[in-house]
C-alpha cells in the first residue's frame, strides 16, 4: 500500500519560512490527490491544504491562504507545502495523506497517513 513520509518541520522565527515535504514510497502517488493536515495537543486534525492528482487542483484553509502554497513533482513522488510569514499559531505535528481535494478537508476521507512532522514557530 501507499506509504508517505513527511520532512521538513523544524523550530522557525515568526515571519520565517519552512519547506514541508511528503514522500511517497512503494507505489508512485501519481494518481493520488493528497492533503496536508496540522494537529496541536488535546485538538482534532485541522485541514490546511490539498492538491489534486495532476496539479490543476488546490485548496487552502483560510487560516492559511496567501502565505501558504501546495505543489507536487510527481516525477519525484513528492507534495510540498512552502510555509511563509509563519506565525505562532502554525506550531502543530504536520501530516500529509492521501485523499480528494475538496475545498474543506476532512479527515475521515484521508488514508495512508504519515508519521508527521514537527514545525515550531516561536522567537
Known amino acids: 500500500q501507499l506509504q508517505l513520509v513527511e520532512s521538513g518541520g523544524g523550530l522557525v522565527q515568526p515571519g520565517g519560512s519552512l519547506r514541508l515535504s511528503c514522500a511517497a514510497s512503494r507505489f508512485t502517488m501519481d494518481y493520488y490527490p493528497i492533503g496536508w493536515f496540522r494537529q496541536v495537543p488535546g485538538k482534532g486534525r485541522e485541514g490546511v491544504s490539498c492538491i489534486g492528482s495532476s496539479g490543476r487542483v488546490t485548496n487552502y484553509a483560510d487560516s492559511v491562504k496567501g502565505r501558504f502554497t501546495i505543489s507536487r513533482d510527481n516525477a519525484k513522488n513528492t507534495v510540498y507545502l512552502h510555509m511563509n510569514s509563519l506565525k505562532p499559531e502554525d506550531t502543530a505535528i504536520y501530516y500529509c495523506?492521501?485523499?480528494?481535494?475538496?475545498?474543506?478537508?476532512?479527515?475521515?476521507?484521508?488514508?495512508?497517513w504519515g508519521q508527521g512532522t514537527q514545525v515550531t514557530v516561536s522567537s
Open positions: 495523506a492521501a485523499g480528494p481535494c475538496l475545498r474543506i478537508l476532512t479527515t475521515d476521507r484521508y488514508d495512508y
